[in-house]
Each structure stands twice: as structure tokens, then as C-alpha cells.
């Protein structure tokens, strides 16, 4: 059997969904009874998000490969970020990481090329919305990414820190956020939204706003590390 290895705690209520969605999608593919083998790694979500409001990145990457090499010693086979922040330095960790990594970008990327979607919405963190990360992966696909205007942007990220990853989900961000999707899709002609931080999951629980799919990066991720834990 194989062990993935979870960079958790990034942050902690996304963590849970990973667990639960891990143990749930690997006990409906495996049909026997039986668990997954899974190992987390909590770690500091301020130290990481202060090094990132720093933009002292080298920082943030030495300390995600040390961590990672930590779920390495632990024995596990592969891992995976459980966030699309830390995803910023995914290719400068990906380089020295002792074991095969799950990028939760490539694997966005994937899911909206199966859907045959060309352009598509982004909603995340600041580092997220304004990063290359996400862009680099998309365009090589042939996809056009698009992302709020400044003043959605700042709105999205300061209830992001300030609310979602202190599990606080208020109606009234709710609402705001869906209709920042709606002006998106209006605007921008969106034809669907990738909730680019694993917490928008936590708040946007439907699949869709007014016919328009929201994609959960986290169910997306899960699904590729279930895929691999079966291999």
C-alpha cells in the first residue's frame, strides 16, 4: 500500500476536507473495507503567510522543503500541498523534494482541459490571484485565466485572512463573493471559476452560481492523490 504525505495546517479546516474526502474517495474506489495510508504535517500558517507578505519566498521554499523532507523520512511515497498558496514556489520545492509531488495547479489545469473550457475565472488569495504560478500552467494549455479587478481582489484576499481561515463563514461574504463571480462572468465572459484556495470550498458550497461551475481545487487535488495511493 502506498502513503501520501499531507504539507497540512495551510489551512487547518482545508486540512480536514483533505482527510475526510482522502478516506472517503479511496474507501469508494477500493470497495473493500479497507483506510488509506495517510500521513499529516501540521505546519505554522503564520510563519508561511509572513514570509509571503515579505516576499521573502526563498524563505517560505526552504521551509516547505524541510518539512516535506520530514514527511520523507516518515516513510511516505508522495505528497501533496493541502493549499494553492504555498503553490507559489511549488517548482523550486518540486526540484529538491526527495519524493514525487501532486501539484493542485496542474492538476486545475487538467480538470478544466477535460471540461473543454478555455476561459475561466480565479479566485483565491492575493499571492494566488496575482502570482504567475497559476497563469504559467494554464496558458502552456491554451487557457486564458482571468481574475477580479483590484478592488475584489483586496476584498477577497482581506476576508480570506481575516475570516475563511479563521472558520468564520458569514452570509455576507457570501453573498459579496457571488456577486464578484457574477460581474466576472459578465464582464470577463468567465464560462466557469476555479475556487483557488481550498478554504472558497468551505463557503461556496455549491457546485454552481447561476449556471456557471464552480471547480473545487481541493476535490480536484483529492481526486489525483486518490488516483495515485491506487496505483
Request: proline share 5%; hydrophobic share 40%.
Amino acid at each position: 500500500m502506498k502513503t501520501v504525505g499531507i504539507i497540512g495546517g495551510i489551512g487547518p479546516e482545508s486540512t480536514i476536507e483533505y482527510y475526510r474526502f482522502i478516506v472517503a474517495g479511496y474507501r469508494e474506489r477500493k470497495g473493500d473495507g479497507s483506510y488509506p495510508s495517510i500521513i499529516i504535517n501540521s505546519i505554522d500558517l503564520n510563519q508561511l503567510i509572513a514570509w509571503m507578505n515579505a516576499n521573502e519566498l526563498d524563505n517560505a521554499a526552504e521551509y516547505l522543503i524541510h518539512e516535506i523532507e520530514r514527511l520523507a523520512r516518515a516513510g511516505v511515497d508522495f505528497g501533496a500541498l493541502a493549499s494553492n498558496t504555498p503553490h507559489i514556489v511549488f517548482d523550486q520545492i518540486r526540484t529538491r523534494s526527495p519524493i514525487p509531488l501532486i501539484s493542485i495547479v496542474e492538476c486545475a489545469r487538467d480538470a478544466v482541459q477535460t471540461l473543454g473550457i478555455k476561459r475561466v475565472g480565479l479566485l483565491g488569495t492575493r499571492f494566488t490571484m496575482r502570482g504567475r504560478f497559476y497563469p504559467e500552467v494554464f496558458s502552456r494549455a491554451g487557457i486564458d485565466l482571468i481574475i477580479p479587478d483590484e478592488a475584489d481582489q483586496n476584498y477577497i484576499h482581506e476576508k480570506y485572512m481575516g475570516e475563511l481561515l479563521n472558520n468564520i463563514f458569514l452570509p455576507e461574504t457570501r453573498e459579496r463573493l457571488l456577486a464578484i463571480v457574477d460581474r466576472m462572468r459578465n464582464r470577463e465572459g468567465v464560462e466557469a471559476v476555479i475556487l483557488g484556495g481550498t478554504e472558497l470550498p468551505l463557503i461556496l458550497r455549491n457546485p454552481e452560481h447561476n449556471g456557471l461551475p464552480f471547480l473545487d481545487t481541493t476535490k480536484i487535488h483529492v481526486e489525483r492523490i486518490v488516483e495515485e495511493l491506487l496505483s
